[in-house]
């Protein structure tokens, strides 16, 4: 039966950034496949509400936490070793975490934002997260995968952004001088491209030891965002609208499920085809 290759059952997942608006989708659309889920994030508290909530829809045995700075490799290795302790393996990876500056509307955020005044420790710290964080998470992990035998799958969350520039008129604000627009910053750029070629090196580092490394590109998703930028925004997506939180869980469901099986080092781009005009 073809959907069979869906199946997830018996397969553990480790989801990075997991307690966030799309790490929850992650989460679902794993558990939603038979795979058990380890949420891991910065903050306890978040991970247990995490838990609560997806426990109304799924069993809660299958959803484990984990507080994971994916910045810190010594922390990582920790819960590398703890989880090896209970003879629990990761067949999948999702590293999803990131610094994800939300649109809101403060003056004097956005000043820092550009590329002119952006702060060095910013870059570092951005960078630490969603890319350098992916890669230790991938060595950790995928190691793991690849010394065992039994493969495995890494998925790196990146973005539309990862092949296209971002349209920085998107996020212009009435009133403001030049200096002071809003820009979305050198880092998010940066950190998408360089995740889609982690995951080309990732792809042929052991694909000879059954582990696959693909990269899930999403367009942007609504999360209430003030109408004159969701309208900006919907004009450049032929599907004229930005995406709903769940429009991307049966991607992840195929990325990380046999049904990929023979797909290795490629960038999904899910984005309403507004990198085709
Ligand atoms: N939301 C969108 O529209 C959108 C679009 C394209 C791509 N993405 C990508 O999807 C992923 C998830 O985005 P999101 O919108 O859910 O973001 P989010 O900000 O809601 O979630 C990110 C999560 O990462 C966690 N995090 C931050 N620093 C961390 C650290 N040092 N270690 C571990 N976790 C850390 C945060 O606590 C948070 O829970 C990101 O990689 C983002 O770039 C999002």
Known sequence: MAFEKFDLTGKTALITGAVGLLGMEHAAALLESGAKVLLTD?????LNEARNQLAKHFDRAGILTQVMDVSQ??????????????????????????????????????????????????????????????????QVFGTAMARDGNGGVILNIASDL???????????????????????????????AGLVGLTR?????????????????????????????????????PLGRMAQRDEYRAAVQFLCSDASGYMNGQNIVMDGGRSTW
């Open 42 to 46: 910065i903050g306890e508290a978040s």
């Open 73 to 138: 490799p010594q922390a990582i290795r920790a819960v590398a070793e703890t989880l090896w302790a209970e003879g629990l393996r990761i067949d999948i990876l999702v590293n999803n975490a990131a610094i994800d500056p939300k649109v809101k509307g403060e003056q004097g955020v956005f000043e820092t934002s550009r590329l002119e005044n952006f702060p060095l420790d910013q870059w570092n710290m951005q960078l630490a997260v969603g890319l350098t964080g992916a890669f230790l998470c991938s």
């Open 162 to 192: 990862s092949i296209f520039s971002p349209d920085q008129r998107l996020y212009r604000k009435e009133g403001l001088s030049e200096e002071l627009q809003p820009v979305k910053p050198v880092t998010y750029s940066v950190i998408k």
């Open 201 to 237: 090196y990732l792809a042929t580092y052991w694909a000879d030891k059954g582990v696959r490394s693909n990269a899930l590109s999403p367009g942007g998703v609504f999360n209430g965002q003030g109408e004159e930028f969701v309208q900006r925004l919907s004009t450049l997506i």
